[in-house]
């Protein structure tokens, strides 16, 4: 068979024994075909080009998920594990002679509630009037009452 290259006729046999195997099935349609220079820079450049960007977006978009929720978490924290935490709560159960105010009920585990979010308002934290006295069920049902299961410590911490 005549191989030699000649005008009009621009692909190799070796080419074309190629597709007509992997139109067979058997072998990919470029097994065996040189990859051109063009094609090679091409691939090189465009690989160059998304490592860095890619590199590049995320160390400068890089950042924890909890970013900035560290620093609240501990200050709310320290401000409930302080012994002030403690007097405050005495003196809110106290003033609600450790009545539930929201539904009455009275004895049993009873939880102090801030009125406004801790988080938002840490100044107000050892606030009597800022507090309120709940029990468990309808502190349950306070929209902070689930902050305090970002941290397993803060577990027996009230809101
Ligand atoms: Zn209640």
Partial sequence: MNTRFQKGHTVPQKWRNAVSEAQQGHIPWNRGIPMSETTKNK???SKKGKSVKHSG???????????????????????????KFKIWREKVFKRDNWTCQECGQRGGKSHPHHLKRLSEYPELCYVVSN???????????????????????????TC
Wanted: include cysteine.
């Fill in 131 to 157: 507090g309120i006295t709940l029990c468990i069920s309808c502190h349950k049902l306070t929209d902070t009452y689930g902050n305090r299961n970002i941290n397993r410590s803060l577990r027996n911490a």
């Fill in 57 to 83: 977006q995320f160390k400068k978009g890089f950042s924890p998920w909890n970013k900035g929720i560290g620093n609240k978490t501990s200050t709310i924290k320290k401000l409930r594990t302080s012994p």
């Fill in 43 to 45: 691939v090189s450049l």
